[in-house]
T-cell receptor, first 114, second 116 residues
Framework: SQKIEQNSEALNIQEGKTATLTCNYT??????LQWYRQDPGRGPVFLLL?????KEKRKERLKVTFDTTLKQSLFHITASQPADSATYLC?????????????FGSGTQLTVLP | GAVVSQHPSWVICKSGTSVKIECRSL??????MFWYRQFPKQSLMLMAT?????????EQGVEKDKFLINHASLTLSTLTVTSAHPEDSSFYIC????????????FGPGTRLTVL
């Protein structure tokens, strides 16, 4: 069956450290994978998109990697701040690029401790 | 950037009534809009995909007669929950994509529906 799994429901780290979140998928062949941030009671906010032919993408303190062999994406936040505390969702296109739909993982709740 | 609004932000209704939720793209034309529902501590579950001027495509297990979707213009989609029951209580979120090759979705702030 098809699955998207994010490594843990919750992750606590100390301010200034690098947070690493994992997204693994099974029985999908996505053309791209996306990461979103969601704050409580709010809609998700787009962060980064990485395509299947890209190994790594960066945006300010964020970095995403995509390994189609391992079927895994890693999401890093460097020099983390308490304001980075939120739930982070990975999402992929379930139909391999033929449509714009997204299937979401269950999310990892990140808490950055001051 | 692209802004999507939803109205109302929360609604409480009695069992058996119908509730309409609006989703608007404020500064871009949304060729495709999506409707999701999210239960506490769970991820977003896609309910349906709608393209302007055509019928919505519903995901497996979503009753199209219960969740009516209308995408009448490039900036407005509506979701009507008909004959709502307590099990329909959830967080409903819409998203939109614009034209071009961009694949990210722009999400509305969500609507909290509580059915008594």
């Amino acid at each position: 069956s098809q699955k998207i799994e994010q490594n843990s429901e919750a992750l606590n780290i100390q301010e200034g450290k690098t947070a690493t979140l994992t997204c693994n998928y099974t029985n999908y062949s996505p053309a791209y994978l996306q990461w979103y941030r969601q704050d409580p009671g709010r809609g998700p906010v787009f962060l980064l998109l990485i395509r299947e032919n890209e190994k790594e993408k960066r945006k300010e303190r964020l970095k995403v990697t995509f390994d189609t062999t391992l079927k895994q994406s890693l999401f890093h936040i460097t020099a983390s701040q308490p304001a980075d505390s939120a739930t982070y969702l990975c999402a992929l296109d379930p139909r391999g690029g033929s449509a714009r739909q997204l299937t979401f993982g269950s999310g990892t709740q990140l808490t950055v401790l001051p | 950037g692209a802004v999507v609004s939803q109205h109302p932000s929360w609604v409480i209704c009695k069992s058996g009534t119908s509730v309409k939720i609006e989703c608007r793209s404020l500064d871009f034309q949304a060729t495709t809009m999506f409707w999701y529902r999210q239960f506490p501590k769970q991820s977003l579950m896609l309910m349906a995909t709608s393209n302007e001027g055509s019928k919505a495509t519903y995901e497996q297990g979503v009753e199209k007669d219960k969740f009516l979707i209308n995408h009448a213009s490039l900036t407005l989609s509506t979701l009507t929950v008909t004959s709502a029951h307590p099990e329909d209580s959830s967080f409903y979120i819409c998203s939109a994509t614009g034209e071009g090759s961009s694949y990210e979705q722009f999400f509305g702030p969500g609507t909290r529906l509580t059915v008594l």
